[in-house]
C-alpha cells in the first residue's frame, strides 16, 4: 500500500516565478491537508480539502497561494510570485473518510522549496 | 501564548534509558492527541494517536494525556538510537481536523 506521495521533492524558484507541489493521497483517502515547516520551526496548518471542494482554508496566506483536489488528479499547491520568505518544506498528509471524530493523518516525504 | 508549547531540546539520553517527552496546551476543546515522529529531512512519521484522557500503550511506547491538566506526554522504554529523532505533539479539536503542532523536541539516543 503505497504511501502519501508528493513532488517534487526537491524545488528551486527564482523569485517571482510560480511554484506548483502535488500530492496524491494514500488509497481511499478522500481528506488531503497541506501544512508548511518553517526553518526551526513546527509544522502549521495551511489548508484542507476534500474532493473538489476546499473545506479549511484558515491557514492559508490571503494572497498567492491556492490549493485544489480535483475530482481526478493530485491535490495541487500553488504558490504564485513567490518570495524567499516562502522556503519552506510543504507538507501533504491524507486521512480516510470518517464518520465523526477525527481520523489519522498520514504524511508524506514533504517538498522542499527554497526561493533564490 | 502559543497553543500548544513543547520544549524543543535538545536532549539527549544514554541508550537503554526512558525517555519523557511533554506538550502542554491553553486550548480545553481539543480532544484529539498524536505524537509524531520526524527524522531529518523526512515526513513526520504517525506514532501514537488517543482521544481524551488516560494512557495508551504500544510496544516501547506510552502516550498519557491529562485534559484537566492540559498536559500530554509520550515515554520511551529502553531507548535505542534509532530513536534518534525529533518528536513533535499534536492535537486537534473534534470536528477541526486540522492539527496543531508543538515545536518539536530534538532526541537522541547515545550509544
Known amino acids: 500500500n503505497a504511501g502519501v506521495m508528493q513532488n517534487p521533492r526537491h524545488l528551486v524558484r527564482r523569485r517571482g516565478q510560480e511554484a506548483r507541489l502535488r500530492c496524491s493521497p494514500m488509497?481511499?483517502?478522500?481528506?488531503v491537508y497541506w501544512y508548511r515547516q518553517l526553518p526551526e520551526e513546527g509544522l502549521k496548518f495551511m489548508v484542507y480539502l476534500q474532493k473538489e471542494n476546499i473545506i479549511d482554508e484558515s491557514g492559508m496566506p490571503k494572497e498567492r497561494f491556492s490549493a485544489e483536489f480535483p475530482k481526478e488528479g493530485p491535490s495541487i499547491l500553488r504558490i504564485q510570485q513567490v518570495v524567499r520568505g516562502d522556503s519552506a518544506a510543504y507538507f501533504c498528509?491524507?486521512?480516510?473518510?470518517?464518520?465523526?471524530?477525527?481520523?489519522?493523518?498520514?504524511f508524506g516525504p514533504g517538498t522542499r522549496l527554497t526561493v533564490t | 501564548q502559543k497553543e500548544v508549547e513543547q520544549d524543543p531540546g535538545p536532549l539527549s539520553v544514554p541508550e537503554g534509558a526512558i525517555v519523557s517527552l511533554n506538550c502542554t496546551y491553553s486550548?480545553?476543546?481539543?480532544?484529539?492527541f498524536m505524537w509524531y515522529r520526524q527524522y531529518s529531512r523526512k515526513g513526520p512519521e504517525l506514532l501514537m494517536y488517543t482521544y481524551s484522557s488516560g494512557n495508551k500503550e504500544d510496544g516501547r511506547f506510552t502516550a498519557q494525556v491529562d485534559k484537566s491538566s492540559k498536559y500530554i506526554s509520550l515515554f520511551i522504554r529502553d531507548s535505542q538510537p534509532s530513536d534518534s529523532a525529533t518528536y513533535l505533539c499534536a492535537m486537534s479539536g473534534k470536528g477541526a481536523q486540522k492539527l496543531v503542532f508543538g515545536q518539536g523536541t530534538r532526541l537522541t539516543i547515545n550509544p
Open positions: 486550548n480545553s476543546a481539543f480532544q484529539y
Open positions: 488509497k481511499g483517502h478522500s481528506h
Open positions: 498528509a491524507s486521512s480516510p473518510y470518517q464518520t465523526g471524530g477525527l481520523g489519522e493523518q498520514y
